[in-house]
């Protein structure tokens, strides 16, 4: 089994910074690309960013030059790093990954159970 684990989200003033991480732990093989979504509510979940593990990245363009995605491959990490929070940043943050596990030759997509960013002065 693979399980994604989110943290670091909270409440937060605008222009404010948060970083979340999300860890994927479990019979993890290896791991193709992770991203972050979120959905706020009464909105359709979105991919906020995604990366690749040779490092190539894309965001959405409401958050290009102030979120920065990365990864540390040998922790099974991914990283969302938010600078310059706006109020409609708000929403449940979800990460996904495409992992193989141990006994698999193919990649399977994981979620993780998401983590809150609320952004209110």
């Known amino acids: 089994q693979v399980q994604l684990v989110e943290s670091g989200g909270g409440l937060v003033q605008p222009g404010g910074s948060l970083r979340l991480s999300c860890v994927a732990s479990?019979?993890?093989?290896?791991?193709?690309?992770m991203g972050w979504h979120r959905q706020a509510p009464g909105k359709q979940r979105e991919l906020v960013a995604s990366?690749?593990?040779?490092?190539?990245?894309n965001y959405v363009d409401s958050v290009k030059g102030r979120f920065t995605i990365s990864r540390d491959n040998a922790k099974n990490t991914v990283y969302l790093q938010m600078n310059s929070l706006k109020p409609e940043d708000t929403a449940l943050y979800y990460c996904?990954?495409?992992?193989?596990?141990?006994?698999?030759?193919?990649?399977?997509?994981?979620w993780g159970q998401g983590t809150q960013v609320t952004v209110s002065s």
């Open positions: 996904n990954a495409d992992v193989r596990t141990y006994w698999q030759t193919t990649y399977s997509n994981y």
């Open positions: 479990g019979t993890v093989g290896s791991i193709n690309g």
């Open positions: 990366a690749t593990s040779g490092g190539a990245t």
